[in-house]
């Protein structure tokens, strides 16, 4: 079932979807940090979002922006070499991740958890090339 937001739920901006905070973390060899889309904590009319219904869209979201690359991400490891068709993604880059997997934790900003996965280079599914606020989850 394709999870649609009503429009009340939509977010202002990219900025409001994927805040700016510090993961207080730097990826090591070939990891990529990504910063996943916040579940909305409150409607645009001021309903609050029940818990249950936030860490739900949380769960299944898959839209993540790219936050940093570790050093040798999309290097071949034996030569250092970049691979033949280059980073598939790159800081600031919205990329689809998978569900599960990949090492998660939250930061705390203005009260509201906001969370950084790290996964492998090769997890990553694929490089989100239109608007990243139109994609949903299945749940």
């Given at each position: 079932?394709l ?21 207080g973390?730097?990826?090591?060899g ?8 916040r ?52 800081p ?22 906001i ?13 989100i ?11």
């Amino acid at each position: 079932m394709l999870l649609e937001l009503p429009l009340s739920m939509s977010y202002d901006s990219l900025e409001d979807a994927f805040p700016e905070v510090d993961p207080g973390i730097i990826p090591f060899g070939s990891r990529v940090m990504v910063q996943v889309r916040r579940a909305k904590s409150q409607t645009s009319g001021g309903i609050y979002i029940p818990e249950e219904a936030r860490k739900t869209e949380a769960s299944n979201t898959q839209v993540s922006k790219v936050a940093l690359v570790g050093p040798l991400a999309f290097k071949n490891r034996n030569t250092m070499d970049m691979w033949p068709e280059g980073a598939w993604c790159n800081p600031g880059d919205f990329v689809r991740t998978p569900k599960y997997g990949g090492d998660r934790w939250t930061v705390k900003k203005d009260g509201e958890e906001i969370e950084f996965v790290i996964f492998n280079d090769l997890d990553i599914i694929g490089k989100i090339t239109g608007d990243p606020m139109q994609i949903r989850a299945f749940i």
